[in-house]
């Protein structure tokens, strides 16, 4: 073994699932609701349990015999790793103490650079977050420990995608990918093939772009990113401590400083004196065997994924799907970040879609296919505290629907477009809120299914009248509920919950029974399974108080509301939205239902041209 070891991670006992009742009585959890019960106050989570996702092709596996053997590797191990690097003392380590082991093994020849690997005993690994053809190749193959690696940062596209994100240019991506793999800007200027004086301007432009004024910042954050997208609440400092032995306090000087700070800002946010951090620090580099902070960087945003991958307590690590968002990444001025989706083309028409408040980004292909083929370049960005969007200064505003609009004036600004069309599916308050504060900025409107505000529905039935009381009722409890459901809904648990929520809806029905809608659906929400519903709590709280004053004039607006939408009734939002919007024009779907961005796209799509060419 290289260097350190983690503790050992078993399967816990499992709580009851809370969202049981809210699936099976829903009735019952309405009356008590209603009668002022707080019968399930205590089984709401008080924290946040996020999920990450990992990217499947930065993965590598092998499965190892009893002597070191190896039985299996996957394609990603093999050209990435290799069994020279595999370490003997680590996997003894690991089957003696029925324990998780991480380590870090020598440079790899292919690309310069160590790699980070957990080992841990099959029975034990039978309860990681592996991906599907590792997990059945785990069931097929008889072996004695599994090894996990993160395998070659500097030769996927992913960290290219990553650098792609902030807007990096091609020489800016090279000299990056470069210090990334080898630790130091002269070596990386070397491997990019320019000069270090290049280099350094690079390194600087790249991160102006991203908003950082430290490298580690950068290599972290691109490092993360080319990765997947990670939970809430899991702090580098505990991986630190737990997986390689380091005291608290090295534990929090080495994380601080691999995301950004100096070492005198980490020294004051510890708690210690600057000499004091840098023996520290000297210690936590001999430890870890890294030698800049550029290397700290990398290994800590390694060794976090390894120990979620590995943490079957938490579980708190899923594969992303085969869909790639067309993520773009844009500071605002605190350092904080904006996350949006350009779609393209360049040359078309640009229109906004904005999200509904339990959603987020990713827009329906459907959706983006019908734009497309009417030469209309779809833009979605989150929200403050939505998906990829920091909450930011958002965060205080009492308002978070205006909250939002700054963003995306942010975003209008750094795209070069002066007015944009909006399609809201759900997110009604957004569009309402922009025409208040920026209307020159907003053109054609369509909204789908606008919500109305949240309040008692004594003609709905099931979880949604249930899920209504609370939140009407007991909007204090509404970030609580969020947490639990983050906690608790798997991808099986998503598809039952889902079905409970549209039943009776024969056409949503159809809609979720349609692979490719339903994982839109997923991609949507998946979001929040990793902790991040801040924004969610914030507008799911205004919604239970909304009352937004009408506009002046409503003529560019269109309102599409399906007939079948089991959330609300269809006249009551009707009635609700003509009130606000004088001058519009609504039409309801006899065959749609919630889920109209997909199962109405060309109908939606030709609405919106129609009304481009007659304007």
């Not at 053997?69 to 050209?79: L, P, Q, Y």
């Not at 393209?344 to 904005?354: E, Q």
């Not at 009408?550 to 003529?555: E, G, I, N, R, V």
């Amino acid at each position: 073994m290289t260097r350190g070891e983690s503790l050992t991670r078993r399967a816990g006992t499992q709580a009851p699932d809370p969202l049981t009742p809210w699936l099976e009585a829903p009735g019952e959890v309405a009356s008590e609701i209603r009668s002022g019960s707080r019968a399930y106050d205590d089984t709401f989570s008080k924290r946040i349990v996020g999920y990450g996702y990992l990217k499947p092709d930065r993965l590598g596996l092998a499965l190892l015999a009893r002597d070191g053997a190896v039985v299996f590797a996957n394609a990603r191990f093999e050209a990435s790793v290799g069994p020279a690097l595999l370490d003997k003392a680590a996997m003894d380590a690991a089957l003696a103490g029925d324990r998780v082991v991480i380590s870090r093994s020598e440079p790899a020849s292919a690309t310069g650079a160590p790699v980070t690997m957990a080992y841990g005993p099959s029975a034990l690994a039978r309860g990681w977050a592996l991906p599907e053809d590792c997990r059945q190749q785990l069931a097929r193959t008889p072996c004695a420990v599994v090894v996990l690696a993160i395998a070659g940062a500097e030769t996927l596209e992913s960290l290219s995608d990553a650098c792609d994100s902030f807007g990096l240019t091609a020489g800016e991506t090279r000299v990056v990918i470069g210090l990334i793999g080898t630790g130091n800007l002269r070596d990386a200027a070397q491997k990019a093939g320019v000069g270090y004086a290049t280099a350094r301007k690079a390194v600087f432009e790249a991160m102006r772009r991203m908003g950082v004024t430290r490298q580690t910042a950068m290599v972290e954050r691109l490092l993360k990113l080319s990765l997947g997208v990670w939970p809430v609440g899991r702090e580098g400092d505990a991986v630190l401590s737990d997986t390689w032995g380091l005291t608290a306090r090295q534990g929090a000087l080495a994380y601080r400083i691999s995301v950004g700070m100096t070492r005198t800002e980490a020294a004051r946010a510890t708690g210690v004196s600057d000499a004091v951090a840098k023996k520290e620090l000297a210690a936590v580099f001999a430890t870890l065997g890294v030698n800049s902070m550029a290397a700290l960087s990398r290994f800590v945003v390694e060794a976090r994924a390894l120990a979620m991958l590995t943490d079957v307590i938490a579980g708190g690590l899923r594969q992303g799907d085969e869909v790639i968002e067309p993520l773009r990444v844009l500071p605002r001025p605190d350092g904080s970040f904006v996350g949006f989706s350009d779609y393209g083309p360049r040359s078309g028409k640009p229109v906004l879609v904005l999200h509904s408040s339990s959603s987020t980004r990713p827009a329906p292909r459907r959706l983006v296919r019908a734009l497309h083929a009417a030469r209309f370049r779809p833009i979605a960005i989150d929200r403050p505290g939505f998906g990829m969007t920091d909450p930011g200064p958002a965060a205080d505003h009492p308002d978070p629907f205006e909250a939002a609009c700054p963003d995306i004036e942010r975003v209008l600004d750094a795209l070069k477009i002066s007015r944009i069309d909006v399609i809201a599916r759900g997110g009604a308050q957004v569009a309402l809120a922009m025409a208040a504060s920026v209307p020159e900025r907003i053109g054609r409107v369509i909204l789908l299914n606008p919500d109305p505000p949240t309040r008692p529905d004594e003609q709905r039935r099931g979880p949604i009248r249930a899920v209504k009381e609370l939140f009407f009722r007991r909007p204090e409890l509404i970030e609580r509920f969020a947490n639990t459901m983050a906690a608790h809904i798997s991808e099986d648990r998503a598809r039952q919950v889902i079905a409970r929520l549209i039943e009776g809806s024969e056409v949503d029905t159809a809609a979720m029974a349609d692979p490719l809608n339903y994982a839109d659906f997923y991609r949507g929400i998946r979001m929040f399974l990793m902790g991040r519903a801040v924004g969610y709590v914030r507008e799911q709280i205004a919604m239970t108080r909304s009352d937004p004053p009408p506009l002046k004039d409503a003529s560019d607006w269109r309102v599409f509301i399906g007939a079948a939408d089991p959330l609300h009734d269809h006249r009551q939002v009707d009635a609700y939205w003509r009130g606000l919007l004088p001058g519009a024009r609504f039409e309801t779907l006899a065959d749609g239902g919630r889920f109209i961005a997909m199962t109405h796209a060309d109908r939606i799509v030709s609405s919106l041209s129609a009304e481009a060419t007659s304007s």
